[in-house]
């Protein structure tokens, strides 16, 4: 069974950093593509980042294209988010997410993060 465990949310101030972590299991994680989603309240979801399964090719939203960096530790099944310079838009639930190869979504519990201004 696929489990998605994301960590590291919390409140901090406008300009600060947080790193997101997500634990993965039930699967060869280390076979697969991630990314984290986000949603902001009363709003959609919105793609943040991807990363391949070796950890060589990463990509960005433009919103946050320089402030955050997606990382893997494929030996700990482990993806991370840093994120730095936040700012209060940056408000929304993390996910992270598997795609399978039948391009099925699984997601974790999500994570809360709030920036204050």
């Known amino acids: 069974e696929v489990q998605l465990v994301e960590s590291g949310g919390g409140l901090v101030q406008a300009g600060g950093s947080l790193r997101l972590s997500c634990a993965a299991s039930?699967?060869?994680?280390?076979?697969?593509?991630m990314s984290w989603v986000r949603q902001a309240p009363g709003k959609g979801l919105e793609w943040v980042s991807g990363?391949?399964?070796?950890?060589?090719?990463?990509s960005y939203a433009d919103s946050v294209k320089v402030r955050f960096a997606i990382s893997r530790d494929n030996d700990k099944n482990t993806l991370y988010l840093q994120m730095n310079s936040l700012k209060p838009d940056d408000t929304a639930v993390y996910y992270c997410?598997?795609?399978?190869?039948?391009?099925?979504?699984?997601w974790g519990q999500g994570t809360q993060v709030t920036v204050s201004s």
């Open positions: 039930g699967f060869t994680f280390s076979s697969y593509a």
């Open positions: 990363i391949n399964s070796g950890g060589g090719s990463t």
């Open positions: 997410r598997l795609e399978d190869r039948r391009l099925r979504h699984y």
